[in-house]
């Protein structure tokens, strides 16, 4: 699947419709956002089972805010509408690559099972 760019009205469709999605959280005046970005497009060729979705800061201020964005790009990993991983900085493909890999592989029973006691410690 092609990257589309996420509005913060396609968020809870697009979250519950796709098993994982990974967001670029970027700003058409960041330097490093621009560099980065044909690498996310690049690499959202090879998997078509994944929503590759770029978010606009200037423009959804109110998901970057949902997402604690304080510096832009950040990258973001969500699978089964639960944030696995979040990074701020541009990464090399080879590591976005890698990541994806780790994404796909992860024991999403024992995810939930240890969210779930996070949330009763609470």
Known sequence: ??????????????????????????????????????????ISEKYPDIVFAKVNVEEEQELA???????????????EKIVVFSNPGAIPGSALEEG????????????HKDLEQAQQQQ
Do not use: Y
Request: aromatic share 14%.
């Open 1 to 42: 699947m092609a990257v589309v760019n996420l509005t913060t009205a396609q968020f809870e469709e697009t979250i519950t419709n796709n098993e994982i999605v990974i967001f670029d959280f970027w700003a058409e005046w960041c330097g490093p956002c621009k560099q980065f970005g044909p690498v996310f497009e690049e």
């Open 100 to 111: 994806i890999k780790q994404l796909k592989e992860l024991d999403m029973q024992q995810v």
């Open 65 to 79: 805010g949902m997402f604690q964005v304080r510096s832009i790009p950040t990258l973001v990993f969500m699978r």
